[in-house]
């Protein structure tokens, strides 16, 4: 991880069948793009709807502020994730792992 004053930098894993939390964030911009693995990504449009698409190596989405999201690893999944660096900004609408609604994703 890289942590500095204009961004911050991820890589995360995944186990085949985890998910991140269903959440948002009120200042936040990040841009996830798929390393290796197949995805199944949840990304509120502009309507508030959640669309579901699949995502594969190479693929990537860019999550604005208060736009909900989720990323399910199908198989064993890696990916990058750049953002903003408000990293405390996390609003857990769901957590399989029972974490604070507000706080970092670990």
């Known amino acids: 991880m890289e942590l500095n004053s204009n961004y911050c930098y991820k890589v995360i894993s995944i186990n085949a069948g ?8 009120e200042r936040k911009t990040e841009t996830i793009c798929i390393i290796s693995g197949d995805a199944e990504v949840w990304l509120e449009n502009d309507d508030g709807f959640v669309e579901k698409s699949k995502m ?6 860019t999550v604005p502020p208060l736009r909900k999201h989720r990323v399910t690893a199908i198989t ?19 957590d399989d792992f029972n974490r604070d ?3 970092p994703v670990a």
């Open 76 to 94: 064993d999944l890696v990916f990058h994730e750049v953002s903003t660096p408000e990293v405390e900004d996390v609003v857990r609408v769901e």
């Open 101 to 103: 609604a507000e706080g």
């Open 56 to 61: 594969v190596e190479s693929d990537y989405f």
């Open 18 to 25: 985890s998910r991140t939390s269903y959440q948002y964030h």
